[in-house]
């Protein structure tokens, strides 16, 4: 009887705001106050941060592999330039919602494609969607404007106040906002009965099936939500950029997503934010070196954190931090390894 106070008790202390997590979105915020000249790649970097959180919820917590998850990026990207562009909906956020919803409507019908395979076939369906979508893309140039992309977006100022701004401010604290929303979302989401039932699929759908758990209708679910976040991710970058082309379908786009978490790890929501940042940096700091070999060194940087193993990596990078908070808390360390990068 006394198993499931444990399991609730032990829900309810993994679900609590941890030090590290708190400050680890003050400093994403005191970013923005230190470093007054990178507006632009500071907005970059929670794009593509919001972009990874949304594989993750498909990939970390469910099992869900996929190549092409940028199908849902560009979707969004479209319905986010087309509305500002013809004048369908004027005012950013509830455009960014709006397109949110397209990709949405686009990952449920896929979903019932992608649950029916195993791991190769899941990662060709995905490809293929995402594929797809670029010719069709290409071929209504009509609409899209074909390889030239979107021409002429003027996005109206955020809530009729906010205008967007060449330095990339508005846009990077709109990005950082949007994101702390949705990730207070997906946080909740991972850490109730629905999320616990996403593990026990992601560990072992036969036994999930075998004691009640709906094992497609949560796969459905997660994944049109992965589908919403992406179509957001898509919207702030047309939103941010005033662009929209056929590179937002592209399979470069989606590659890079699955460097991003393999870099930051998958299953704990924060693989894809940090991810995000320590790919963008390392992105900006080798093409700086050396601008037509930058891929080779990062491919180096993957094969290291392959060979050394994630969990030995983030445990030297937080010593430091762990040290100080023993010496001034006067407790043990606070941060410590996800279950899933210990594996």
């Keep these: 009887m006394t198993a499931l106070p444990d399991l609730s008790s032990h829900a309810l202390a993994s679900a609590r705001w941890r030090p590290a997590e708190i400050v680890f979105w003050v400093l994403a915020l005191a970013c923005a106050f230190l470093f007054p000249s990178r507006y632009l790649i500071m907005t970059d970097i929670v794009r593509l941060a919001l972009f990874a959180l949304s594989l993750d919820l498909i990939l970390g917590y469910a099992g869900i592999v996929s190549l092409g998850h940028a199908a849902f ?27 949110g919803l397209v990709a949405t409507v686009l990952g449920f019908l896929t979903s019932f494609l992608v649950i029916r395979g195993v791991d190769l076939t899941r990662l060709m369906v995905t490809l293929g969607i995402a594929l797809l979508l670029e010719a069709l893309a290409e071929r209504y140039s009509d609409i899209t404007g074909g390889t030239d992309g979107l021409q002429g977006i003027e996005m109206q100022p955020i809530l009729g106040h906010f205008a967007f701004d060449m330095f990339g401010k508005t846009g990077f604290f709109y990005s950082l906002i949007v994101l702390f929303v949705l990730f207070l979302l997906a946080r909740r989401v991972v850490h109730s009965p629905f999320g616990l039932s996403l593990r026990a699929i992601r560990n072992n759908p036969l ?9 497609n209708r949560r796969l459905i679910a997660v994944y049109t939500l992965a589908a919403f976040y992406a179509g957001i991710s898509g919207a702030l970058f047309t939103q941010t950029t005033a662009l929209a082309s056929l590179d937002v379908f592209s399979f470069e786009r989606s590659a890079d997503l699955m460097l991003v978490l393999v870099i930051g790890g998958t299953g704990y929501l924060y693989g894809g934010l940090i991810g995000a940042v320590v790919f963008k940096m390392l992105q900006e700091f080798f093409s700086t070196i050396t601008p037509q070999y930058w891929q080779f060194w990062i491919g180096l940087v993957l094969v290291v954190i392959v060979l050394v193993g994630r969990a030995r990596i983030h445990r030297w990078a937080l010593w430091l931090p762990n040290l100080v908070i023993r010496q001034f808390a006067g407790r043990k360390a606070v941060v410590a390894i996800p279950e899933s990068d210990a594996s």
């Design 207 to 215: 036994r999930a099936a075998a004691i009640g758990v709906p094992v």
């Design 73 to 99: 990026f560009g979707v969004g990207a479209y319905s986010a330039g087309l509305m500002a562009l013809h004048g369908v909906i004027n005012e950013p956020v509830i455009a960014l919602v709006a397109a």
